[in-house]
């Protein structure tokens, strides 16, 4: 078993920056990516970014190409997303994942963190 522990969401002003965290933790070792989600009301899980951890090659959702980054601390079992240029249309609960194989959409059946509220104010 894996455990993900978000944190870091909040509110924010559209343009402004957040910075998530997500803590790894358990069988850590068994995990090849690491991704980011995020479910608006009403909607599904949205794919965001990935990352994986032998080599650090980020993907991303062409939604937040350019203004969001996906990194990892190897050494912390973490993986963060920085989020620049907050737009109106990102607020969401963003949701931690993470599995032995490469993930890119819920069906992919990674573990989840319980999220982190993430608001954008106009």
């Known amino acids: 078993q894996v455990q993900l522990v978000e944190s870091g969401g909040g509110l924010v002003q559209a343009g402004g920056s957040l910075r998530l965290s997500c803590a790894a933790s358990?069988?850590?070792?068994?995990?090849?990516?690491m991704a980011w989600f995020r479910q608006a009301p009403g909607k599904g899980h949205e794919f965001v970014a990935r990352?994986?951890?032998?080599?650090?090659?980020?993907y991303y959702a062409d939604s937040v190409k350019g203004r969001f980054t996906i990194s990892t601390d190897n050494a912390k079992n973490t993986v963060y997303l920085q989020m620049n240029s907050l737009k109106p249309e990102d607020p969401a609960v963003y949701y931690c994942?993470?599995?032995?194989?490469?993930?890119?959409?819920?069906?992919?059946?990674?573990?989840w963190g319980q999220g982190t509220q993430v608001t954008v104010s106009t």
């Open positions: 358990g069988r850590t070792s068994s995990t090849r990516t």
């Open positions: 990352i994986t951890w032998a080599d650090g090659s980020p």
């Open positions: 994942a993470a599995a032995p194989w490469v993930v890119g959409a819920p069906s992919d059946e990674p573990y």
